[in-house]
């Protein structure tokens, strides 16, 4: 699993099916955390699809740069590079692909392989929903309801995102902050409310967000 405070990856697992020339790609795409995760998704695909003669898969691991492909029996250079080209140039990390081919009859030749593992990567990895994953001080602040209508327009003017809200004798806000961001968005809130909210930084953790 990544330790980078801000990368991307996919939102959750998909299956995609392209034809060209009557064969079938059936795209796998899953988020994974580390290379045994990798494996045992790989080895599950290969259990579903025992009669399929090639199970082209790539994968990339952020933690120590892992990284690994296998063409699966198609002509070397074909099919695994294609599909790990294609998770690099995305910026993808912590996923694995893989696409399990069936031979409609008609040979494709090394470009046709190529084009065709490509697009049913890329097709895989948008169906799977590409997310920014950014690690965020969870942050609550804690006012008197004669500031929330203040503190709610700040926040939407300024895109930060309230993660919950608490009404008792006062409300408190649990709004999510980039870290680089934390300081200063503590300031801000400080200027707005004149000293009056209480502000604590209390857990952090990833907040995902659709790249757009």
Same mark, same amino acid.
């Given at each position: 699993?990544?330790?980078?405070?801000?990368?991307?990856?996919?939102?959750?697992?998909?299956?995609?099916?392209?034809?060209?020339?009557?064969?079938?790609?059936?795209?796998?795409?899953?988020?994974?955390?580390?290379?045994?995760?990798?494996?045992?998704?790989?080895?599950?695909?290969?259990?579903?699809?025992?009669?399929?003669?090639?199970?082209?898969?790539?994968?990339?691991?952020?933690?120590?740069?892992?990284?690994?492909?296998?063409?699966?029996?198609?002509?070397?250079?074909?099919?695994?590079? *294609?599909?790990?080209? $294609?998770? =690099?140039?995305? @910026?993808? !990390?912590?996923? &694995?692909?893989?696409?399990?081919?069936?031979?409609?009859?008609?040979?494709?030749?090394?470009?046709?392989?190529?084009?065709?593992?490509?697009?049913?990567?890329?097709?895989?990895?948008?169906?799977?929903?590409?997310?920014?994953?950014?690690?965020?001080?969870?942050?609550?602040?804690?006012?008197?309801?004669?500031?929330?209508?203040?503190?709610?327009?700040?926040?939407?003017?300024?895109?930060?995102?309230?993660?919950?809200?608490?009404?008792?004798?006062?409300?408190?806000?649990?709004?999510?902050? *980039?870290?680089?961001? $934390?300081? =200063?968005?503590? @300031?801000? !809130?400080?200027? &707005?409310?004149?000293?009056?909210?209480?502000?604590?930084?209390?857990?952090?953790?990833?907040?995902?967000?659709?790249?757009?």
């Amino acid at each position: 699993m990544s330790v980078r405070e801000t990368y991307k990856t996919v939102a959750e697992e998909s299956e995609t099916l392209l034809v060209e020339k009557k064969s079938k790609f059936i795209s796998h795409v899953k988020p994974v955390d580390n290379e045994a995760d990798a494996l045992a998704y790989l080895n599950g695909i290969r259990s579903k699809y025992p009669d399929a003669r090639h199970n082209v898969y790539a994968y990339v691991i952020d933690e120590n740069n892992i990284f690994r492909y296998s063409d699966d029996g198609e002509p070397g250079g074909t099919a695994g590079m *294609p599909v790990l080209d $294609t998770i =690099r140039k995305s @910026g993808i !990390v912590d996923v &694995i692909v893989v696409i399990t081919r069936y031979f409609g009859g008609t040979l494709l030749g090394t470009g046709g392989l190529v084009r065709a593992y490509s697009a049913s990567a890329k097709k895989g990895l948008e169906e799977s929903g590409i997310i920014i994953r950014t690690m965020c001080d969870i942050i609550s602040v804690k006012v008197g309801y004669d500031l929330v209508g203040k503190l709610q327009y700040a926040f939407a003017a300024d895109g930060i995102e309230t993660v919950d809200t608490l009404y008792e004798n006062d409300v408190t806000f649990f709004v999510a902050s *980039p870290k680089p961001e $934390t300081e =200063r968005l503590m @300031g801000r !809130v400080t200027d &707005i409310t004149s000293g009056k909210a209480v502000i604590k930084i209390i857990y952090e953790k990833y907040i995902d967000k659709f790249n757009e």
